[in-house]
């Protein structure tokens, strides 16, 4: 089963979430929106749990506008971290998932 | 595939995750897909102000509901408690949670919108 998990705030506890669906065998997509976008900045306080989430196979994004209204660029994002924008984001939410959540 | 996808404003939710939800609303009927969006509380002065938020919620209603693929309900009792029942933007409409659990039955998605915060 795939499952997009919008995070858009207390990054960690949801990276946490998408870590343990990965490890059970489900393909984890996790979309990091709004405040928790920051998480993706390199050395962020969330960064541990964002490389297990990373090593555990889940899909991680951060959403391009949130990064820029808190000044991340591109070489500023975790290592495996991807952009998405809010088009990418609707095909997600509406085709690409067998389930969608949003904390 | 059109798809309905529902969006459930908490009235917890941070100015910018509603901003956020909104625009992600407007994409998914930009795609054909149906939205249906019910609002609890705070989140009922969404589609009744004149700030940034309002004038989102009032563009997306007139698409929406024009289109005939957006069916927007701001939970009554709550709209009253806000003092917003008479000035919400056209086409919302005052409602209650057997509206909610209508959207709800018949989404194939359903966002909560600030239930994490």
């Known amino acids: ?10 990054a960690a506890q949801g990276l946490a979430l998408a870590r343990a669906w990965a490890e059970s065998g489900d393909d984890v997509v996790v979309v990091l929106l709004d405040g928790a976008a920051a998480a993706a900045r390199d050395g962020h306080a969330d960064a541990p749990a964002l490389r297990a989430a990373l090593a555990a ?8 506008d949130a990064l820029r209204r808190r000044g991340v660029t591109g070489g500023g994002l975790t290592d495996g971290v991807k952009t998405i924008d809010l088009d990418e984001v609707a095909d997600l939410v509406a085709e690409g998932a067998d389930k969608v959540v949003w904390l | 595939m059109s798809r309905r996808v529902a969006f ?5 939710a941070p ?7 909104l625009k992600l609303a407007e994409r998914l009927l930009a795609r054909g897909h149906r939205v249906t969006v019910f609002a609890h509380e705070r989140d009922t002065t969404l ?5 940034e938020l309002a004038r989102a919620a009032a563009g997306l209603l007139r698409r929406g509901v024009h289109g005939g693929t957006l069916d927007w309900v701001v939970d009554a009792a709550a ?9 919400q933007a056209p086409g919302v409409v005052p409602g209650d949670h057997s509206d909610l659990w209508a959207f709800v039955r018949h989404a194939d998605v359903v966002l909560s919108v600030g239930g994490g915060a």
């Open chain 1, 1 to 10: 089963m795939t499952v997009a998990l919008l995070v858009s705030h207390t």
């Open chain 1, 57 to 64: 196979g889940v899909a991680v994004s951060a959403h391009d």
């Open chain 2, 8 to 12: 459930v404003f908490t009235g917890t």
């Open chain 2, 15 to 21: 100015p910018e995750q509603s901003a956020t939800a």
């Open chain 2, 47 to 51: 589609a009744a102000g004149t700030d």
């Open chain 2, 79 to 87: 709209a009253e408690r806000h003092g917003v029942a008479a000035t």
